[in-house]
């Protein structure tokens, strides 16, 4: 947060539908890391630090089989999703701008066809923690979670089906200009959205992210070895990760559910900027479901609930003529469910110039990451 650290290199893997990937998660977390290392013009032996979330690769087998130099420091964050991507973000940043590291791979790799769906429930012999409270009662899946935040939300504050669909017509919009994408090719009428069937009311199929195989990195590194790389650095602004008191705690008790778990995030993430959500030109939501990305738009402060249908609508949030043009690779939703850091990549790639939705003159590059999920995280990248 004191512009010690900054991002120079991004790389993917292929983005496959679930079980179409040729390769296993270990070698599409191989393939995206090499690719950012190759982006910054670094070689693998500079790497001497692996931060994540929720991720199987492990830094002994990755150092192993990529040929990275003596490690100095390796972490995750807590959390049970794709709150974690921002968080893994500022556990490097904060590591570099301690000096335990020089030269960190932030990264997330999910092969769902070879391991397991995320938006399948699956069989519980014993519920504990917070399950305990939903299991036993058939609240097996995050859509089943969501879909309840969502619904109260709603009928708070009047929010309206349509625009739940702004999210989801915004990112398959943005996706067809974009050749890496999952939904490349594939656009989506408003009119097809409705018609499609529910999974868990009010989320439509299109409300609910696709189950895809891919990985996904990012190289960060100091300032001043920046200097001397191929390409201009962009600049990790401010970063916030944590939540309020009793925030996301067991059966809905939290006392300001419906939520996000980005009011705390979004209060701190810009009293560190210095700057607030009206200096935003370009942001990226995590969306495994679109409700909780509208809880989000409010909570880090762009607009108040009930202002949330004028907000969305109209073109506000696509790209090119949107005030705030948010997932412009498509997001979970268009381009690839990994597990958000994707968005992440993107949120890099706006500051970079190099988007397929690119956004004149960004000078600040907003990712948000996992809305629904306790503790919430959310990255502020900028011009270095």
């Excluded at 991004?10 to 179409?20: H, I, L, M």
């Excluded at 830094?59 to 049970?80: C, H, I, K, W, Y």
């Excluded at 940043?93 to 092969?111: H, K, M, N, P, Q």
């Excluded at 600049?235 to 944590?242: C, P």
Aim: charged share 20%.
């Amino acid at each position: 947060m004191r512009g010690a650290a900054v991002v120079v290199g991004v790389g993917e893997s292929t983005y496959y539908k679930r079980g179409g990937s040729p390769d296993t998660e270990f070698q599409l977390a191989c393939t995206a890391i090499r690719r950012a290392v190759e982006d910054a013009g670094l070689a693998m032996a500079d790497i001497d630090g692996f931060t994540s979330y929720m991720d199987r690769n492990e830094p002994v087998r990755l150092s192993a089989a990529l040929g990275v130099g003596p490690l100095n420091f390796t972490a995750q964050t807590f959390g049970g999703g794709g709150n974690g991507a921002a968080a893994a973000v500022t556990l490097a940043d904060a590591a570099i701008s301690a000096g335990y590291a020089e030269t960190i791979v932030v990264f997330r790799a999910l092969a769902q066809g070879q391991f397991h769906r995320y938006g399948q429930a699956g069989r519980v012999r014993r519920a504990r923690g917070a399950g305990a409270f939903t299991a036993p009662y058939g609240m097996l899946s995050a859509a089943q979670i969501c879909a309840m935040q969502t619904m109260r939300y709603m009928h708070e504050h009047g929010i309206t089906q349509d625009s739940l669909a702004e999210i989801v017509l915004a990112g398959f919009e943005h996706a067809q200009r974009n050749p890496r994408a999952i939904r490349y090719g594939t656009p989506l009428t408003r009119e097809q959205y409705h018609a499609s069937r529910w999974i868990a009311e009010p989320f439509h199929l299109y409300d609910c992210c696709p189950e895809n195989d891919g990985a996904a990195a990012i190289v960060v590194t100091t300032k001043e070895r920046a200097r001397d790389l191929r390409k201009s650095p962009v600049a990790i602004v401010a970063g916030a990760h944590g939540l309020e008191h009793r925030g996301g705690v067991a059966a809905f008790a939290d006392p300001t559910f419906p939520t996000a778990y980005h009011r705390h995030v979004g209060t701190k993430l810009w009293e560190r900027a210095g700057c607030g959500p009206q200096d935003i030109g370009v942001a990226q939501f995590y969306e495994n479901f679109t409700g909780p990305v509208l809880i989000a738009i409010a909570e880090m402060g762009f607009c108040e609930p009930g202002e949330l249908n004028d907000f969305v609508a109209d073109g506000n949030i696509r790209w090119p003529d949107g005030g705030l043009p948010i997932n412009t690779a498509g997001g979970n939703l268009g381009e690839a469910y990994i597990h958000g850091f994707g968005n992440v990549v993107e949120a890099v790639r706006q500051v970079r110039g190099e988007s397929t939705c690119q956004v004149p003159d960004v000078e600040l590059s907003l990712s948000v990451s996992g809305p629904g999920y306790a503790p919430g995280s959310a990255i502020l990248f900028g011009k270095a």
